[in-house]
């Protein structure tokens, strides 16, 4: 897992955020297949990216919709705003989960007998966000808990997808700090800019180093040299200034910025 979360927190729009995870977890946690999911509560609405993408769960899509309310989990998370990983076998034993309408309707035809899940939003009474793994066997308690596990990074992963692409709307047409951040960058050396790059991408420093071919004490002294060079005092402030300057090269690449309010978006632990 702790593998894995190089990919999971590289700084993204949200807009691919959803495959990014699947393909994550899926790697972590056999599956027949796997969805991401946003249930509005309040509408009923319900939308829902399948991977590996397969025509035939959208012809029972209805079906979910209708009996969602026989959903063991999703009436749980909804009842109590608990996101933890829960499987239906947490609930229901195989000859309850039959009788219900939703296996009749839409498990069985799909050849599912267990669903295994978390959330990394809910909003009571409004919205429900997370991710479903489905299987024709049951999940392991060891499967369980390895997602719940996760599940902290993938809110955290989610809250910088949300405020990155924010940021993105709000200040794309910050021109002036995109030129001087261009300016400010161009003044840095070479391997200067190459370790501000590979920050700027969520890479830990011991990450940076196996990347660049260098010591870990070495990525430090780097930093420091770059946080003076552009007056500031955080990584992600650094990487605000490099990414805008990559705009201003780039005119369509994506830049960071300050997430709203000031919450700075959170790069892998370890790092500060």
């Known amino acids: 897992m702790l593998e894995e979360l190089t990919d999971l927190y590289a700084l993204a729009p949200v807009e691919v955020f959803p495959n990014r995870v699947l393909a994550l977890v899926q790697r972590l946690i056999g599956s027949d297949a796997a969805s991401y ?8 609405a319900l939308h829902v990216l399948v991977d590996p993408k397969d025509d035939v769960y959208d012809s029972f899509t209805l079906a979910f919709a209708t009996f969602i309310h026989e959903h063991p989990v999703i009436a749980y998370v909804e009842s109590t705003g608990d996101g933890s990983a829960r499987t239906i076998s947490d609930f229901l034993s195989p000859t309850e989960f039959h009788r219900l309408a939703l296996h009749g309707e839409f498990f069985r035809p799909l050849g599912i007998e267990d669903q295994l899940s978390t959330t990394f939003q809910v909003a009571r009474g409004q919205r429900i966000l997370g991710i479903a793994l489905n299987r024709s066997g049951i999940f392991s308690e060891s499967e369980r808990l390895l997602l719940d596990a996760l599940r902290p990074h993938l809110v955290i992963a989610h809250q910088n997808a949300v405020r990155y692409s924010r940021a993105l709307s709000r200040c794309a047409a910050d021109e002036s700090f995109a030129a001087d951040s261009n300016t400010a960058v161009d003044r840095l050396t070479d391997r200067q800019r190459d370790v501000l790059g590979a920050v700027s991408r969520g890479c830990t420093n011991c990450q940076v180093a196996m990347e660049l071919g260098i010591s870990i004490r070495t990525v430090k002294k780097h930093l420091e040299h770059i946080f003076e060079q552009l007056d ?8 605000r200034i490099y990414l805008a300057g990559s705009q201003s090269r780039d005119q369509r690449q994506w830049w960071n910025v300050v997430g709203d309010a000031g919450h700075e978006l959170v790069f892998a632990p370890g790092d500060h």
């Open 37 to 44: 999911n946003e249930i509005e509560v309040s509408t009923g």
């Open 232 to 239: 500031v005092q955080t990584r992600i402030g650094a990487a």
